[in-house]
């Protein structure tokens, strides 16, 4: 893995997740979805193409691979997205780092709302 201890607990966290919703394991996306949702969840402004641009470079192939390869990891989990998210719509790639980007932000909101007594 990649970075320090904070970055490290993210990337598992999302492969937690990842597993939860019975992602494809044995597929390389496997591994291209950890790194895509890190990336999405903590940098602003991520287009696709830059970031399957990056991950080629990172993971030496070519961006072509990356985004099929996502694909292939991601389209098994399809019904358990849709309920772990609750969403109804098409599933493509960047719909589906966009739902996690909705998710980091609730959780990261959660966890900073200030207790009153």
């Known amino acids: 893995m990649k970075g320090d201890l904070k970055e490290n607990m993210e990337r598992e966290e999302v492969k ?6 019975k ?3 044995n597929s390389k996306g496997f ?3 950890i790194e895509a949702v890190y990336l999405y969840t903590n940098y ?3 287009f696709m193409k ?9 993971f030496n192939t070519t961006k ?3 985004e099929r390869s996502l694909r292939t990891a991601s389209k098994q989990a399809y019904s358990n997205i849709h309920k772990y998210f609750n969403y109804d719509g098409r599933l ?3 719909v589906i780092l966009k739902l ?3 998710y980091y932000d609730i959780t990261d909101f959660q966890n900073h709302i200030p207790y009153i007594d």
């Open 100 to 102: 996690f980007r909705f």
């Open 31 to 33: 591994d291209y979805w």
């Open 64 to 66: 072509t691979a990356v």
């Open 92 to 94: 493509t790639n960047s």
């Open 16 to 21: 937690q997740i990842l597993l939860k919703l």
């Open 23 to 25: 992602f494809n394991i």
């Open 44 to 46: 602003n402004n991520v």
């Open 50 to 58: 830059d970031l399957y641009n990056t991950l080629a470079y990172d």
